[in-house]
């Protein structure tokens, strides 16, 4: 019903930079909440970087000030900048959506995408 196709991942070097970017498609009324998580071999997922419909973001500690997440309502796609990175940012990164198929039904359901590999080796 609603797809999630994310690209732009790849191997990167420390210091250097990536745009991961996430496209929804499908038959819903409207997206709220987009939002990044991450998850490395051995460790939980983590919420990397959210923004709202109206625009209003927050971001892990680890990643703040070094990532950016924007959207672009028009293309239902969310991105993911991720400047001077580190090694530490390795893992698999999957974008996720809270959507609202109906606009007569108020409920929202959370979608996830595919997941892309980011690896920071030298």
């Known amino acids: 019903q609603v797809q999630l196709v994310e690209s732009g991942g790849g191997l990167v070097q420390p210091g250097g930079s990536l745009r991961l970017s996430c496209a929804a498609s499908?038959?819903?009324?409207?997206?709220?909440?987009m939002g990044w998580y991450r998850q490395a071999p051995g460790k939980q997922r983590e919420l990397v970087a959210k923004?709202?419909?109206?625009?209003?973001?927050n971001y892990a500690d680890s990643v703040k000030g070094r990532f950016t997440i924007s959207r672009d309502n028009a293309k239902n796609t969310v991105y993911l900048q991720m400047n001077t990175v580190k090694p530490e940012d390795t893992a698999v990164y999957y974008c996720n959506t809270e959507v609202r198929l109906k606009w007569r039904d108020h409920r929202t359901l959370g979608y996830w995408g595919q997941g892309t590999q980011v690896t920071v080796s030298s």
């Open positions: 923004i709202t419909s109206g625009g209003s973001t």
């Open positions: 499908g038959s819903f009324f409207s997206i709220y909440d």
